[in-house]
């Protein structure tokens, strides 16, 4: 947690306690409620007599929150409670097959495939890192969890299951098969089914979804002395919209709206129990959706199963067996799990999901690619194609944060307006419906800007009110944000990504006027920030670019941290001539991991490259990248990949340094680098000095721009500091650093200047996130020069690989935009798929917030 989000929860005494020292934390002084929707389009709530939730819109803040890729329930749920991604929590879908196992779902209720998640015994919330309950527990509150199913409840102090009445599996659950359910199907033990709460049934006439919501407004009311109310709440509202209504009805639409209304009155009687016990004013309410939902009124019809076998042992079928067939392909070759919004391929080889089948499978994967982006495939978006390495320049799970052991090969998902589902009965036929023609068909799954951007509603005393995020967030950043909510020092140290601070009272992030109507909201928020419509160029192109690169600085020191305002002030007031990002996080607590992503925008993929923070035991794909959880002492998981990573080795993508050059500018490596050239080609660096510091580093940096006016300079400047940032030898180096800073950005008059930190911490630094978990890894990013908004703080989220991107932007190199990945630098297609320029900067996108070409 940082120290100023910390502010608004806590006295200072209790600030400086959790920022670096002290005894423990002083308990929550607030109370969350956490409530996630089953998904829907966004049309219905905007159609919807929706009090309750217009009502929370208007006396707090809007945002729209970019969910994790591939779109699904239960990844997105997850991360609702885990704030990480899959390759943290390792829940990449809803379902998946093992490969080990015969290529069944991991999982199988009767006619309900589901991932290993659900089980007891392998619940991430038991043993991947941190969850919002146990983060609460260990800040001295209680937490409660209400929703009809698990896994989402587990480590919750009291849990109150809303499914007694409801029909699951085909029964309708009651007093006894709802406890077995959990015991014999999914492994709970017994005294843990002993201790939850079977709620149910609806009253006459009432929906489970308003059933739900009433259980939790029943759960307040009856809060009292014996019983306080939780700390937490965390709210799973299931709507079961897979099937009705949205199979008959669409996403969207008048039956749509219908649900909308339920649920939100639902949620009024909610309020209503707050009110009636004095708790509103002391009470956060976080409101948003798991995914969103998108219609189609065409079936692709892929298939329901691969070859070779499975449960049935039926033969493949569909239309990527016919295409297969047709191209010389055996069926029997792969595995096929269809979610009707992406579908999941597996390479059907030999010890498949081992370290001696790891070169079949990928020679069968790229098989398997090359024919899904042969186009033969009706209904199929080839852009959007996913795999571990990026093959036919398709998509990269390490992008997405999707890798992990239970990801599929390959994902393939939908054109627009199009499932991979069969959805007239008995035609089977890609193409149009031709039975299911009276309304679309609510698609779940897949890429849309319905689907990647749901809403996301906080209000409540610690948050603003009556204003719109001008920018996307991120779906882990919700559980973080819930947290800082609550005060008390509660935080998630395995959290990726840390609150959505602008949203909070007293944060200088930027926040825009709410539409009246909002309806609105979503497109001005994705055009505002580079995400939709044709990204204008910068308004002044800048001819010279300054990237300092200042190792050893939290954000929070430089910001925050009211003893050392003195020693930050230079850069405080260097930040207020331009744009700085409050939300820029580094991936990786690896100096030279970072250094690499901030010089090529992505990372090492074909071949794999570990990081020292991944799990050593995941050796190939695509169950590569972070999944060591929890983390090490130390952080150093891999200690072979921390040495390599030290070590010159020429990675193959090419960088900034070759993609400004092409642009013009005369390339510099200045100050004390330490690893910022060991992976990029020799000739990529026009100037290369002996190192300095100070003075004659400033003087150096002048008399190169003198003579190369178009220059490209990154400076490498500070290192390991003083653990203890609040020791006077930790102020004064803070200054120094600061005072060079500053210096160094105004020896070339004009530049467009960058400056940010490859991490406040190394990597194994015992004193490292002095101000709260992960707090090493959230560093700061401003930008000041031509084109660039002067007086301006953005909560756009932002991380070191966002840095080429924006550079090149800002340069006026032409740009590509997209709704799901946002606007970089264009590249040379690959198959038809555009590709970023440089080549590895999959990863980042522009800050476009930083630019006068975004502003409001």
């Known amino acids: 947690m940082s120290c100023r989000l910390a502010l608004y929860g806590l006295g200072l005494a209790a600030v400086l306690t959790a920022c670096g020292g002290g005894d423990h934390p002083t308990g929550p002084s607030t109370h969350v409620i956490e409530i996630d929707i089953d998904d829907h389009g966004l049309s219905a709530l905007w159609m919807a007599n929706a009090p309750a939730l217009k009502g929370l819109i208007a006396r707090g803040t809007l945002a729209f929150s970019h969910v994790d890729i591939p779109t699904h329930s239960n990844e997105n749920n997850m991360a609702l409670v885990t704030g990480q991604y899959p390759d943290g929590d390792d829940v990449p879908?809803?379902?998946?097959?093992?490969?080990?196992?015969?290529?069944?779902?991991?999982l199988a209720l009767p006619g309900i495939p589901l991932g290993e998640n659900d089980l007891y015994a392998t619940n991430p919330l038991r043993f991947r890192g941190d969850g919002v309950y146990g983060a609460v527990r260990a800040a001295g509150g209680r937490s409660a969890y209400i929703g009809q199913l698990p896994p989402y409840e587990m480590g919750a102090d009291e849990v109150h299951l809303s499914i007694v009445g409801a029909m699951f599996a085909g029964t309708t659950v009651d007093s006894a098969s709802g406890p077995a359910l959990l015991h014999d199907l999914l492994g709970y033990p017994s005294d843990v089914v002993a201790s939850y709460h079977f709620d149910g049934p609806p009253a006459a006439g009432e929906s489970e979804i308003r059933f739900t919501l009433r259980d939790a407004a029943d759960f307040v009311r009856a809060t009292g002395s014996g019983h306080p109310m939780p700390a937490y709440m965390f709210v799973w509202d299931f709507l079961a919209l897979d099937d009705d209504p949205t199979r008959s009805f669409g996403a969207d639409g008048p039956e749509l709206a219908a649900i909308v209304e339920d649920y939100d009155a639902g949620i009024a009687d909610l309020l209503a129990a707050l009110d009636a016990k004095g708790l509103t004013a002391s009470t956060n309410i976080i409101v948003t959706l798991d995914h969103g939902k998108v219609d189609a009124h065409n079936q692709a019809v892929l298939g329901t199963r691969g070859g070779g076998g499975g449960p049935s042992a039926l033969p493949a079928d569909g239309q990527l067996a016919q295409v297969a067939t047709a191209q010389g392909l055996d069926p029997a070759t792969y595995a096929l799990l269809n979610e009707d919004g992406d579908a999941q391929l597996y390479a059907r080889s030999a010890n498949a999901g081992t370290a001696a089948g790891a070169a079949d499978q990928a020679d069968l994967t790229h098989a398997l690619v090359a024919l899904v982006q042969s186009g033969a495939l009706t209904g199929v978006d080839t852009?959007?194609?996913?795999?571990?390495?990026?093959?036919?320049?398709?998509?990269?799970?390490?992008?997405?944060?999707?890798s992990g052991p239970n990801q599929a090969d390959i994902l393939v998902y939908p054109m627009d307006d199009w499932t991979l589902n069969q959805v007239d009965a008995t035609n089977a036929a890609p193409g149009p419906f031709q039975e299911h023609t009276q309304y679309p068909y609510g698609r779940h799954g897949g890429f849309s800007v319905d689907e990647l951007y749901v809403p996301l509603i906080l209000a409540g005393p610690a948050f603003k009110q009556g204003v719109l995020l001008p920018h996307p967030v991120e779906h882990p950043?919700?559980?973080?944000?819930a947290l800082v909510a609550l005060g008390g020092g509660a935080a998630l140290p395995t959290a990726a990504r840390g609150p959505i601070q602008?949203?909070?009272?007293?944060?200088?992030?930027?926040?825009?006027?709410?539409?009246?109507?909002?309806?609105?909201?979503r497109n001005a928020v994705l055009t505002g920030s580079g995400f939709l419509g044709s990204v204008p160029a910068t308004a002044v192109p800048a001819t010279a670019v300054v990237l300092i690169d200042a190792a050893g600085l939290y954000d929070d020191e430089l910001f925050a941290d009211p003893a050392l305002a003195d020693a930050a002030a230079p850069l405080r007031a260097l930040a207020a001539t331009g744009t700085r990002f409050e939300s820029c996080w580094t991936r990786s607590r690896d100096w030279p991991v970072t250094e690499y992503q901030l010089l090529s925008g992505?990372?090492?993929?074909?071949?794999w490259f570990p990081a020292a923070e991944d799990d050593p035991v995941q050796t190939f794909a695509p169950g590569t990248g972070l999944l060591a959880m929890p983390p090490v002492p130390g952080f150093v998981a891999d200690p072979n990949a921390y040495a390599a990573w030290r070590q010159a080795s020429l990675f193959p993508q090419d960088s900034l340094f070759q993609a400004v050059a092409g642009l013009g500018l005369t390339r510099a490596l200045l100050g004390s680098p330490d690893f910022h050239a060991l992976h990029f080609a020799g000739g990529a660096i026009d100037i290369a000095p002996p190192p300095k510091t100070g003075a004659a580093l400033g003087d150096d940096l002048a008399a190169y721009a003198a003579t190369s006016p178009r220059l490209f300079a990154v400076l490498a400047v500070g290192g390991p500091r003083t653990a203890n940032r609040h020791d006077p030898a930790a102020v004064a180096e803070l200054a120094a650093l600061a005072s060079e800073i500053v210096d160094l950005a105004a020896r070339v008059p004009n530049a467009l200047v960058v400056v940010t930190s490859r991490g406040a911490t190394t990597i194994d630094d015992p004193g490292a996130d002095f101000y709260g978990p992960g707090s090493s890894r959230h560093v700061p990013l401003v930008l000041v020069g031509p084109g660039v908004r002067a007086g301006v703080v953005s909560g756009q989220p932002a991380a070191p690989a966002d840095v080429p991107a924006t550079i090149l932007y800002a340069l006026g190199a032409p740009t590509t935009t997209d709704f799901a990945l946002g606007t970089w630098a264009t590249g040379v297609d690959v198959g038809g798929i555009p590709q970023p320029l440089p080549a590895a900067a999959t990863e980042g996108h522009v800050l476009f917030r930083a630019f006068a070409a975004a502003a409001p």
Not at 383 to 402: I, K, N, P, Q, V
Not at 477 to 481: H, M, N, S, V
Not at 503 to 519: H, K, R, Y
């Open 502 to 521: 602008a949203a909070f009272v007293g944060d200088p992030g930027e926040t825009i006027a709410l539409p009246s109507p909002p309806d609105g909201a």
């Open 383 to 402: 852009t959007r194609t996913m795999t571990a390495d990026g093959w036919l320049g398709t998509r990269r799970f390490h992008d997405f944060r999707a």
């Open 477 to 481: 950043d919700i559980a973080p944000t």
């Open 602 to 607: 992505g990372y090492p993929v074909a071949p």
């Open 93 to 106: 879908l809803n379902a998946w097959l093992l490969r080990t196992g015969g290529f069944v779902p991991a």
